[in-house]
């Protein structure tokens, strides 16, 4: 990891690009959840409808807090175990609609991930909030974990393309924190077990 490579991610992030960048999971397409012009590039390149949400990355158990997120006691007990950083994927709603931002105004949850990547969270900790979605066409079920086969899917050419080996052929697991107890909702990299076991204090 260099800090050219950093620099230019966020310089092209802040003018309203796409980057193709590896995670801990799959290959994703990130851009600036302020800037519509980026956000509309993810979605075309996807062929992904517009009402359709987008997930969120961040750096920080503290980013939550920030966007007004519901980051209740079952949140915290996972976001303190050795699972975060890492491939889970986290649906808050929110507890504090006066720190909503605006580009999150029509929604009532959001899928959020802090990635164990560490090109990825320093950009992150730049950026704050990015819009990190799977590289794969919408309705595919799985994502190439080659770039050049992920470039052949897209709808289109990313403005940068961050190449770092194959990615990993399993997403992330996502387990919806409205509900008590958690609903897994979609299994990935890290077993179900294994959260339930956190959950259970074993």
């Known amino acids: 990891m260099t800090v050219n490579k950093i620099n230019q991610i966020l310089q092209v992030l802040r003018?309203?690009?796409?980057?193709?960048?590896?995670?801990?999971?799959v290959y994703g397409l990130a851009a600036l959840p302020t800037d519509e012009t980026a956000v509309a590039k993810i979605y075309a390149l996807k062929s992904r409808p517009r009402d359709m949400f987008l997930p969120v990355m961040v750096a920080q158990m503290d980013d939550l807090e920030r966007l007004g997120l519901d980051v209740n006691a079952r949140v915290g007990k996972l976001f303190g175990s050795v699972l975060v950083p890492g491939a889970i994927t986290f649906v808050l709603g929110f507890k504090n609609e006066s720190l909503k931002p605006d580009w999150l105004k029509t929604r009532e949850e959001i899928a959020?991930?802090?990635p164990d990547n560490a090109l990825l969270l320093s950009v992150l900790k730049e950026t704050g909030p990015l819009l990190v979605t799977s590289a794969n066409k919408h309705g595919r079920p799985d994502t190439p974990n080659k770039v050049k086969d992920i470039l052949v899917e897209l709808n289109g050419v990313p403005d940068l393309i961050i190449e770092d080996g194959d990615g990993r052929e399993a997403p992330s697991t996502i387990i919806n924190c409205r509900y008590n107890p958690p609903l897994i909702e979609r299994s990935g990299i890290i077993p179900i077990n294994v959260i339930n076991n956190i959950f259970n204090g074993e």
């Open 15 to 25: 003018n309203s690009g796409v980057v193709l960048i590896a995670t801990d999971t």
């Open 112 to 114: 959020v991930r802090i």
